[in-house]
């Protein structure tokens, strides 16, 4: 596996390689020694799949509080999405910057999204189907978010003309600013 950092530290894109042959290929998508190997030594104990029908179809940006923070270690089945991350460890030199990356299942490429960071996507193709990992259960009584598109954060999500497509909890998220971020940085070091 290709293992590279982002600018945002404890981000890291995977990329495991493929072996092809006239039947198609076959890669190991996880392997938890192998990414020990490479000083990721998260757990996952629960997987996720979503698939999503429409381009510009928006999930995020969520996090969950301790002590229910997950990392997460997302790829992309079908299709194609633009993968994004933001820091909100308080005291972080970088809080509140964000990070973004295309995951298809062209590029098989994979992000590690460490705790303390906001994760998001937004859908380029239709019936994009999206799995990742998650270092903790679901547990709504933890869950925040963020509205996506608020203009303090200023990500650029390449919509081009393309209206967000969003599940209500997601457009009634919360603003940047009116976060109260249960995370910080010396906690993450």
């Not at 596996?1 to 998508?29: Q, S």
């Not at 809080?95 to 998001?120: C, D, K, M």
């Not at 933890?142 to 003309?161: K, M, S, Y």
Request: negative net charge; charged residues 20%; glycine residues 8%.
């Amino acid at each position: 596996m290709t293992v590279e950092t982002t600018p945002l530290p404890g981000g890291v894109l995977i990329t495991p390689p493929r072996f092809a042959d006239n039947r198609g290929d076959f890669c190991e998508t996880y392997n938890a020694e192998t990414l020990a190997n490479s000083g990721i030594d998260t757990v996952f104990i629960q997987d996720n799949h979503s698939r999503s029908r429409f381009v510009g179809t928006v999930r995020g940006l969520h996090f969950q509080a301790p002590p229910k923070a997950q990392a997460k270690l997302v790829r992309v089945i079908r299709g194609r999405i633009f993968d994004v991350i933001v820091d909100i460890r308080v005291g972080s030199p970088h809080f509140g910057q964000w990070f973004g990356v295309e995951l298809s299942e062209a590029n098989g490429r994979q992000l590690l999204v460490p705790t303390g960071f906001l994760h998001g996507f937004v859908t380029r193709e239709p019936d994009t189907e999206v799995l990742y990992k998650c270092s903790q259960t679901y547990s709504p009584a933890h869950e925040g978010a963020v509205r996506f598109d608020d203009p303090a954060l200023n990500i650029d999500w390449g919509l081009d003309g393309v209206d967000a497509i969003l599940s209500p909890k997601d457009a009634a998220a919360g603003a940047w600013r009116a976060l109260n971020s249960p995370f910080t940085w010396e906690q993450a070091r």
